[in-house]
């Protein structure tokens, strides 16, 4: 099984940034997909930003222009660079790896944004 950590979040002012990092304890490569996943208070997990073991993205429409997803396969290593922040992207952002079968998830961190 893999470890999934995320670290890099904390306290910013909207329109500011923060470049999340989740590092994994296997080999990132081997995962069919990865990504970003937001919850906040009393709303649903969702989708923030994918990416497939080809490389190809996905944004949620409300992070799309905003945030960036990338990775670097020899550290086994996700980020999130997320740019002019925004009072609602406040939550806690989880990383996920995802293959047939299997799911991993990360702790999470918290992101809040103030005004």
């Known amino acids: 099984q893999v470890q999934l950590v995320e670290s890099g979040g904390g306290l910013v002012q909207a329109g500011g940034s923060l470049r999340l990092s989740c590092a994994a304890s296997g080999k990132i490569f081997s995962f069919n997909s990865m990504g970003w996943y937001r919850q906040a208070p009393g709303k649903q997990r969702e989708a923030v930003a994918t990416?497939?073991?080809?490389?190809?993205?996905n944004y949620a429409d409300s992070v799309k222009g905003r945030f960036t997803l990338s990775r670097d396969n020899a550290k086994n290593t996700m980020y999130l660079q997320m740019n002019s922040l925004k009072l609602e992207d406040t939550a806690v952002y989880y990383c996920?790896?995802?293959?047939?079968?299997?799911?991993?998830w990360g702790q999470g961190t918290q992101v809040t944004v103030s005004s």
């Open positions: 996920a790896a995802h293959r047939l079968g299997y799911s991993a």
């Open positions: 990416i497939t073991s080809g490389g190809s993205t």
